[in-house]
């Protein structure tokens, strides 16, 4: 995918989450729109958001990524938010605060069918949550009043429902049938364990964001939504030659150490900014490894569940924080201890030993001339791949022009040279010059 496909794509889901965040989800917007309902609203949204992520995949995909379908939602998504300008009874505001939650799930699972497709992951992601931070930094401002963030705001919903595009056929991906259940395990429960540590302190986070909203909005708000900014350009730099797996390093240190100085009560700026860059590595982490998994399973298919099952992670968490101490401003120090210690739990599951190699037998070899040209069995992701084995580079040079880590190439050469036929990388090569001097004769 060319460099200005991923930035026009960053840019369309960055409108699409500067909306979310500073709205429905939480912002001076939200609070001054909704008074004391806002917290509740919040994660009226954000479960909603997660149960339309988990079921709209399930629509026809042309008719879920149809343009008019999405500027549809885009411009209906803007007329809810100008909608709150006026006081609303709190069971319409429940009622359009799910509607919206659904919405922006058509809007994001027809994003997601596209960025699949890109070889380059990371450079979309990290740029659309650079944008919507930006514009949570600008919401939050003190001088921005609601009567005029709102159709701000509601400009964006409209922007990325006009912008938002996808594929006109569903992604080819490979059958269930084809992969091991070694290879089905060595692929998800890693990801998954990932996103239960992750996603239960990303509650905890949000439980303390919208506690400190409630007592008032100053500028502490804005000081993190730059702080997160400053935070995706250097980790963006700082995996650029080990790939995106060095993010999950990266996020498990950083929130175990944030949980653990937050839980002692000192040095809170510290454990503040610790939480946040480490969730904002989650995030990269996490969406850009999606994308390899739904070379898989579909892009949407993929997301839907990853995307909705983590939301509700962060909803649970939410509420399970808010049986604490009454007066508590956030998760207590049982909660935060609890986090860092589930983080230590999972990393057996995440860093575990990848699945075995399948036997080559299984498969008949391929012919030596049909090795030069990527076998149609390969799914894209593998072809990108097994073109650059053809070239003679290696696992390191795989990940970095693929972003991607090391250890989703070798899960990629294991399946190339299973179904070639191939021992090993040494043997591949070897046919492909026995093929072209065969041509050559």
């Not at 250097?234 to 950083?254: H, I, M």
Request: aromatic share 10%.
């Amino acid at each position: 995918m060319p460099v200005s496909a991923s930035i026009r794509q960053g840019l369309t889901l960055g409108a699409l989450f500067g909306w979310l965040l500073s709205f429905p989800l939480f912002g001076p917007a939200l609070f001054g729109a909704a008074a004391d309902q806002a917290p509740q609203l919040g994660l009226l949204f954000l479960f909603s958001h997660g149960a339309g992520l988990l079921l709209l995949h399930f629509m026809p995909f042309r008719a879920a990524v149809h343009p008019w379908v999405l500027r549809a939602a885009g411009a209906l998504l803007a007329a809810l938010t100008l909608l709150f300008l006026v006081p609303l009874p709190d069971v319409a505001a429940a009622a359009l605060f799910m509607l919206m939650g659904l919405l922006a799930a058509l809007l994001v699972l027809a994003w997601t069918a596209g960025f699949v497709l890109s070889p380059d992951r990371l450079t979309p992601i990290a740029l659309a949550m650079a944008g919507a931070n930006l514009v949570l930094a600008l919401a939050c401002l003190p001088v921005v009043p609601v009567w005029l963030s709102l159709p701000l705001l509601a400009g964006l919903a409209l922007a990325g429902g006009l912008t938002a595009s996808a594929p006109a056929e569903e992604l080819p991906v490979r059958a269930a049938a084809s992969l091991s259940r070694a290879q089905v395990v060595g692929l998800l429960l890693p990801l998954g364990a990932f996103a239960v540590g992750d996603y239960f302190v990303g509650g905890l986070w949000y439980s303390a964001v919208t506690a400190a909203a409630a007592s008032g909005w100053v500028w502490r708000p804005v000081v993190e939504a730059l702080f997160s900014v400053a935070s995706i350009v250097l980790l963006a730099f700082l995996v650029r030659r080990p790939g995106p797996g060095a993010l999950a390093r990266y996020s498990l240190s950083l929130m175990g150490l944030g949980l653990v100085l937050a839980a002692t009560g000192r040095f809170l700026p510290a454990a503040r900014g610790l939480l946040l860059m480490g969730l904002i590595a989650g995030d990269l982490f996490y969406w850009s490894q999606m994308g390899v998994a739904g070379g898989y399973w579909g892009g949407r298919r993929t997301f839907g569940i990853g995307l909705g099952l983590s939301l509700w992670l962060i909803g649970l968490a939410n509420l399970a924080s808010a049986f604490g101490p009454p007066g508590a401003a956030g998760p207590d120090t049982v909660f935060m201890l609890s986090g860092a210690a589930l983080l230590f739990v999972l990393l057996p599951l995440i860093y575990r030993v990848p699945a075995p190699e399948p036997p080559a037998a299984e498969e008949p070899a391929a012919p030596a001339a049909a090795l030069q040209e990527a076998p149609q069995t390969l799914t894209p992701t593998e072809c990108q791949v097994y073109e650059l084995l053809l070239q003679g580079a290696n696992d390191a040079d795989i990940a970095q022009a693929l972003w991607v880590s090391r250890h989703t190439v070798k899960f990629h050469v294991r399946n190339i040279l299973h179904k070639v036929g191939a021992a090993n990388r040494k043997e591949l090569l070897s046919r492909l010059v026995v093929g072209q001097k065969a041509k050559r004769s």
